[in-house]
């Protein structure tokens, strides 16, 4: 097949080489967006009077008639036609004939490239918005119907002080919310128009790239052709935002099998969204969640990937950036399939209230509220701390509960403890107490609710 460059050379490309080098194999998915630029950039082209009205035209009814034959699966995508690009150029010629040929007028495949990504990322970028939005209403629910479930929250994986439900599921609403923004700041960014920065230092014709923005919809211009075409940064950040949101998801998805296990029994996954052992009959295991623990480890690499090609390349583009696409598709699609499924299984998920609210007052965990009820009448909390500590002693060495010491064992540690402190060695009491900005309190769960309703 005759390449475009083929002037220069005296022979043809190896075939290795053509097999080598070849993107088509993953970035034909560019397709619609390629496209796309290409009707615009002819537009401009004839804007400019760089080219007839006519020839746009018949360019432009070309490349629609090449979508429509992508879209319905009538199109061959050929490997010795190396990309995207020249696949659907060299359509357009074999169509229209050599008027196709004035299309790469006043662009590259460099700039082409950048345009297409940011196309893509653009879309791409909003849809996982709307994702994280539409799982953050789905945990919004059930934390408004957890509202008043307690449980035993922890600090080093041990029980350490009664919280609700509602309050923990809320957690994870503000990490994704936060990771929203991430993605939404990304958008900014790539939110940037590459196109007439051509193979690097832009061009004697005398094109129009604010024109080009405008009917593209870009909030911005690159400014600078040369950083337009070699930089992958709006990739970059991508890359990150959704390795920080697979930290998070990778957290919930751990905590959601531990609380599966037999021995927490907070939960139970729903049969549809879990797997069964080839051998062992009574199993039930919650393999979607160990999937999306162990796609962020793919997720990471990709940001690893993509920082280590770029790292120390020369200005201005080099093939080596060809290599962006790959991790940039694998973590679109794997954090895509990642929301879709957490979406439609998390509101199914069983909460065993009965088991959460009998454990949360297992080991102690009012132990500081007796520390601060004794703060409350005067002690300094390090005395009142010592004294707490010396009761859970005294309570454990006898296998009792706090709440089952009588008042004149309690007294033993500290005169000041008056029967009152019956109040405080009650669960409900304990997190309905909880009232400072932030806490766990139910009123403060439903100050947390409504912001998030309103934001939402
Ligand atoms: N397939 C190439 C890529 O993905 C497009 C740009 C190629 N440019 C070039 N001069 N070979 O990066």
Not at 74 to 97: P, T, Y
Not at 280 to 289: E, G, I, R, S, T
Not at 426 to 438: D, F
Request: with cysteine.
């Amino acid at each position: 097949m005759k390449k475009p460059w083929a002037g220069r050379f005296k022979e043809s490309t190896a075939s290795s080489v053509e097999e080598f080098t070849e993107s088509i194999s993953f970035d034909w998915r560019l397709w619609p967006y390629d496209i796309e630029g290409s009707i615009a950039h002819t537009r401009m082209l004839a804007h400019q009077g760089i080219l007839k009205k006519s020839e746009a035209n018949e360019i432009i009814s070309g490349l629609k008639e090449i979508y429509k034959e992508i879209q319905e699966g009538r199109f061959q995508w050929k490997k010795e036609l190396e990309d995207v690009h020249m696949n659907i150029e060299s359509a357009l010629i074999k169509k229209i004939g050599s008027l196709g040929g004035k299309l790469h007028t006043a662009r590259s495949r460099n700039d082409q490239i950048a345009l297409d990504l940011r196309l893509y990322l653009r879309d791409v970028t909003k849809g996982i918005i709307k994702d994280i939005t539409r799982f953050q209403k789905k945990l919004l629910s059930v934390a408004e119907k957890e509202a008043s479930t307690i449980m035993p929250g922890y600090t080093h994986l041990q029980r350490a002080q009664p919280v609700v439900l509602g309050h923990h599921i809320l957690a994870y609403i503000e990490m994704l919310q936060r990771d929203r923004e991430r993605y939404e700041d990304a958008l900014k960014r790539i939110d940037t128009m590459p196109l007439g920065a051509c193979a690097l230092a832009g061009t004697t014709l005398p094109t129009d790239r604010t024109y080009l923005a405008r009917i593209l919809k870009f909030k911005r211009v690159a400014e600078n052709s040369m950083d337009a075409v070699s930089d992958r940064d709006f990739i970059m950040e991508f890359l990150s935002a959704s390795a920080i949101m697979m930290t998070h998801l990778s957290r919930m998805a751990e905590e959601l099998i531990l609380w599966a296990t037999e021995e927490f029994s907070f939960i139970e996954l729903p049969d549809a969204y879990t797997t069964g052992s080839s051998i062992m009959p009574q199993k039930k295991n919650p393999d979607v969640l160990e999937l999306i623990r162990g796609k962020t480890g793919r997720v990471y690499g990709s940001l690893m990937s993509l920082l280590t090609t770029m790292k120390a390349l020369p200005l201005a583009y080099n093939r080596d950036m060809q290599e962006d696409k790959i991790p940039l598709f694998d973590t679109v699609d794997t954090i895509k399939a990642v929301l879709s499924i957490l979406i439609e299984m998390f509101p199914k998920i069983r909460f065993n209230r009965k088991v959460m609210k009998e454990t949360s007052t297992e080991g102690y965990t009012l132990a500081t509220d007796v520390a601060e009820y004794l703060v409350m009448k005067g002690v300094p909390f390090r005395q009142a701390h010592e004294i707490t500590g010396q009761i859970v002693r005294y309570a454990i060495e006898r296998g009792l509960a706090l709440e089952e010491l009588s008042l004149d064992e309690l007294k033993g540690f500290s005169p000041l403890i008056d029967s009152d402190i019956r109040d405080v060695l009650n669960v409900e009491n304990a997190v309905k107490r909880r009232r400072s900005r932030g806490a766990t309190s139910p009123a403060e769960i439903k100050k947390q609710i409504q912001r998030f309703k309103r934001i939402l």
